[in-house]
C-alpha cells in the first residue's frame, strides 16, 4: 500500500510565500500530483512531478526527493483566492502489474490580510 | 467545454433506497473512475474503468456497483443505500490512465437518513 502524510491545516499571510509539505511511502513510484481544492468545489490539477528537482508554474512551483520520499508545494505572492485546500496524490506499483493513484488527507491553507 | 458532468448534484436518500449517480465525460478519455470524499478520511477510490466494457474495484468498493457501455458514461449505482454513504462523491477522468492528470466532474453530495 500507500502512506502520504502532509499536514492538516496551515496559515500564511497574503502576499507571504508557503510551503506544503507532503512525505510517502510507497513501492514502484511512478509520479506525484498536487491538487487544489476550494471548499464546495472539485479538485483542480496544480502540477505533476515525476523526476528529482523543481516545477516551476507561475507563483506556484513543486519540488520532489524521490530518494527522500518528499515533495513541497510552494505557493508564492500569496493571494486571498489561493485559500484552499492541496491535495498530495501519488503513483505507486499496487501489484498484479497496475498502478494506483493515492491521496493525501489534504493540507487546508487560510490566507489572512 | 462540458468536461465531466455529474448528475444529481443533491441527493437525500432514505436507508435501504437506492439510486444511481451519472458521471459522462465528453473528452474521449478511456480512464473514468469514481472517488468519495469524506471529512478527515481524503479522496478514496470506489470503483475505476479503463476503457468500455471494463471495470474494477478501487479501495472502497463495498456497496456500490458500476457498469462502463460506452466511452462516454460511467454511472454509479448505490444498491441499498446505507448512512455510512453519506459522502460526496467525485467522478474523474483522464487521458492518459490512472496515473495521469484527473479531470474531476463537480460533486455529488449524498445525504442518507
Known amino acids: 500500500g500507500q502512506n502520504i502524510d502532509q499536514p492538516t491545516e496551515m496559515t500564511a499571510t497574503e502576499g507571504a510565500i508557503v510551503q506544503i509539505n507532503c512525505t510517502y511511502q510507497?513501492?514502484?513510484?511512478?509520479?506525484l500530483f498536487w491538487y487544489q481544492q476550494h471548499a464546495g468545489e472539485a479538485p483542480t490539477f496544480l502540477s505533476y512531478?515525476?523526476?528529482?528537482g523543481l516545477e516551476e508554474k507561475g507563483r506556484f512551483s513543486s519540488f520532489l526527493s524521490r530518494s527522500k520520499g518528499y515533495s513541497y508545494l510552494l505557493l508564492k505572492e500569496l493571494q486571498m483566492k489561493d485559500s484552499a485546500s492541496y491535495l498530495c496524490?501519488?503513483?505507486?506499483?499496487?501489484?498484479?502489474?497496475?498502478?494506483?493513484?493515492?491521496f493525501g488527507k489534504g493540507t487546508k491553507l487560510s490566507v489572512i490580510p | 467545454n462540458a468536461g465531466v458532468t455529474q448528475t444529481p448534484k443533491f441527493q437525500v436518500l432514505k436507508t435501504g433506497q437506492s439510486m444511481t449517480l451519472q458521471c459522462a465525460q465528453d473528452?474521449?478519455?478511456?480512464?473514468m473512475s469514481w472517488y468519495r470524499q469524506d471529512p478527515g478520511m481524503g479522496l478514496r477510490l470506489i470503483h475505476y474503468?479503463?476503457?468500455?466494457?471494463?471495470?474494477d474495484q478501487g479501495e472502497v468498493p463495498n456497496g456500490y456497483n458500476v457498469s462502463r457501455s460506452t466511452t462516454e458514461d460511467f454511472p454509479l449505482r448505490l444498491l441499498s443505500a446505507a448512512p455510512s454513504q453519506t459522502s460526496v462523491y467525485f467522478c474523474?477522468?483522464?487521458?492518459?490512465?490512472?496515473?495521469?492528470?484527473?479531470?474531476f466532474g463537480e460533486g455529488s453530495r449524498l445525504t442518507v437518513l
Open positions: 496524490a501519488v503513483s505507486g506499483y499496487s501489484g498484479a502489474g497496475s498502478y494506483q493513484l493515492t
Open positions: 510507497t513501492s514502484g513510484f511512478n509520479g
Open positions: 474503468s479503463v476503457g468500455a466494457g471494463i471495470t
Open positions: 473528452m474521449n478519455h478511456e480512464y
Open positions: 474523474a477522468s483522464s487521458g492518459q490512465g490512472r496515473t495521469g492528470e484527473l479531470f
Open positions: 512531478n515525476v523526476l528529482d
